[in-house]
Structure formats: structure tokens, C-alpha cells
Nanobody, 120 residues
Framework: QLQASGGGLVQPGGSLRLSCATSGFIFDDYAIAWFRQAPGKEREGVACVGSSGERTYYADTVKGRFTVSRNNPENTAALQMNSLKPEDTAVYYC???????????????WGQGTQVTVSS
């Protein structure tokens, strides 16, 4: 099970830090990714961190602004989001997969999502 938290309302240019708490699986064996879904749009991959934390991947739309990380001893992951834009508004989900993948279908475990709204 995964539980995402930390969403909220922020002004353009602001920052938020999302957290993902996990349980029920061997965290160290899984890549953790963040996806987002805006109203009327498909779910898209935002960032991913490999099981050891050494490799990270980002969508072009967030590269340089978002940072994904994980803490294996605590079974948690995080997504630091800086320089937020209105187009970042979406429900953000954390998910776990045994492989690093951009396609949501590869992910076995999903959190419930947390709303991020970027607006003035």
C-alpha cells in the first residue's frame, strides 16, 4: 500500500513537497514513480527513482524543477516540486513497480492521490 500526501494550493513559482509512505511490500526491490492526472487528460509519468535511489528519470515538462528521492530505511519517497506552473495542476499519485517504466500498466501498487493546484 502507498499513501501520497503533501498536496495543496500554491501560487505560480511556489514549491510543494509530496511524500509517499509505503507498506506491505519489499520497498527496496521496487522502483517508485510519481504520476499525475489532470481533468480530461491521461495519466502521465512525472518522475521515477530506481530501487537503490541511484538512478532518476524525469518527464521533460518537469526536468530541472522537480526532484524525486527515496529513503529506503524508512520505506518512503518524496517529490520536491519547485517553480510550479499552472499546468502542473493535477492529482499526483505515487506508484511502485519491480521495473523502471514510464507506462502506468507496469506499476503494481498505487497510492490514492493528492491534489496539487497551482493558481494565483
Amino acid at each position: 500500500q502507498l499513501q501520497a500526501s503533501g498536496g495543496g494550493l500554491v501560487q505560480p513559482g511556489g514549491s510543494l513537497r509530496l511524500s509517499c509512505a509505503t507498506s506491505g511490500f519489499i520497498f527496496d526491490d521496487y522502483a517508485i514513480a510519481w504520476f499525475r492526472q489532470a481533468p480530461g487528460k491521461e495519466r502521465e509519468g512525472v518522475a521515477c527513482v530506481g530501487s537503490s535511489g541511484e538512478r532518476t528519470y524525469y518527464a521533460d515538462t518537469v526536468k530541472g524543477r522537480f526532484t524525486v528521492s527515496r529513503n529506503n530505511p524508512e520505506n518512503t519517497a518524496a517529490l520536491q516540486m519547485n517553480s510550479l506552473k499552472p499546468e502542473d495542476t493535477a492529482v499526483y499519485y505515487c506508484a511502485a513497480s519491480e521495473v523502471v517504466a514510464a507506462d502506468p500498466k507496469h506499476y503494481d501498487y498505487w497510492g490514492q492521490g493528492t491534489q496539487v493546484t497551482v493558481s494565483s
